[in-house]
């Protein structure tokens, strides 16, 4: 080999060594100014301005975050990298807050023009984003990282691993389901200011809303036993109320007539697989354009939360317990809309988001007014 070859060479290796160099800083750059960022804020492809678009043809997927599930802050590099070896653009990533837990980050992904908006976290920000997704075209991905995922389990969406979860966002098919609705119409303890049931809207709710036994157990059930036993938490505090007493409930479903009865909890559901493989209500169809209203009673103690049990347990089989002599029952009707009226108030929930203490509460369902990505 001549000098001049040599000479050539070494240049060659050289420039080689200084462009790496550069791409290796650039890259450390970046990942420090997403990491640096502050909760609630906007990161993605040259969003100093949050006014630069996607290439046209490419899908843009946008990440609203609940920064305060285990393990959430940690995912948005590895997010990153999955969009972009799907050779997708560099996704948005926000972040939810306690004062915003995940509406205006939806809305504003949207406004950026996001294909598909993910929410990363439990139920509550799952509904959040949904409520500022209802009515559009725009797709909610879940990437289920809460205590009982609900939703994600109705879908089929793997709630275990990240890139199970991941591969239904990219590659799973768009299916448009129904909301529910639920309007508080008269409170018999106010919220406090700030809180949930504070709002003056009508509350989002994708698989249970409920009044009695279901929503006590939600707002009894301790924080930490949650972060380290997950949906069990909720369990243990049912135990403490399954000796409560039994409440005065007037029900009115469409145009029928109205219904006055006691029982421990009433609910209405849009679907009804529940965490521990437990089918509440299994004629529900996500997509039919109704509602199912729940009402479960039991009496004599344990006995009668026995054959509640039981009972789920047998109509998740297929099997009906018509039996007149019964002390714990579960019985289910089809709705469009219902008023629930309750003697003395009792604390209701959306999705497992408390709303209060309500005396009237009324639900209607909105067929297929929300797009999902599923598997």
Not at 230 to 252: D, E, P, S
Not at 265 to 277: A, E, F, K
Not at 278 to 302: C, H, K, Y
């Amino acid at each position: 080999m001549t000098w001049e070859l040599w000479v050539g060479a070494g240049a060659l290796v050289a420039s080689l060594v200084v462009l790496v160099g550069a791409l290796v800083v650039y890259t450390q750059a970046l990942r420090l100014r997403r990491r640096e960022g502050r909760p609630g804020r906007v990161y993605g492809p040259g969003l100093a301005s949050d006014e630069e678009q996607p290439p046209p043809g490419r899908r843009l997927v946008a990440f609203v975050a609940n920064p305060s599930k285990p393990g959430v802050p940690e995912l948005r590099d590895d997010l990153v990298s999955a969009c972009l070896d799907a050779a997708l653009p560099e996704p948005l990533w926000f972040e939810t807050t306690i004062e915003d837990p995940g509406r205006g980050q939806a809305r504003r992904a949207v406004e950026l023009g996001a294909d598909i908006v993910v929410a990363v976290g439990g139920d509550g920000t799952v509904r959040a984003v949904a409520e500022s997704l209802v009515g559009t075209r725009t797709a909610m991905g879940i990437l289920p990282r809460g205590t009982g995922n609900l939703l994600a389990r109705n879908l089929d969406i793997p709630t275990t691993t990240v890139a199970d979860a991941m591969a239904v966002i990219l590659g799973g098919h768009d299916r448009h389901i129904d909301v529910g609705r639920l309007r508080v119409e008269r409170y018999e303890h106010a919220p406090e200011a700030g809180s949930e049931g504070a709002r003056d809207v009508d509350h989002v709710f994708l698989v249970i809303a409920g009044l009695g036994f279901d929503a006590a157990m939600v707002a009894d059930a301790d924080d930490t036993l949650k972060k380290k036993m997950g949906w069990v938490a909720y369990f243990l505090a049912g135990v403490r109320h399954l000796h409560g007493r039994r409440m005065r409930i007037t029900v009115g479903v469409d145009d029928l007539q109205s219904v006055t009865a006691r029982m421990r909890s009433i609910m209405v559901g849009n679907c009804g697989r529940l965490p521990g493989g437990i089918n509440l209500i299994p004629d529900a169809v996500i997509d039919d354009g109704r509602l199912d209203v729940v009402a479960i009673d039991a009496r004599a103690g344990l006995v009668g939360w026995v054959q509640v049990f039981g009972e789920v347990v047998m109509q998740g089989m297929g099997v009906r317990n018509d039996l007149p002599a019964k002390v714990g029952r579960i019985e289910t009707v089809p709705a469009r809309q219902v008023l629930i009226e309750a003697e003395g108030g009792e604390h209701v929930q959306v999705d497992g988001d408390l709303l209060g203490v309500a005396r009237v509460v009324r639900a209607w369902v909105e067929p297929r007014a929300l797009v999902v990505r599923s598997a």
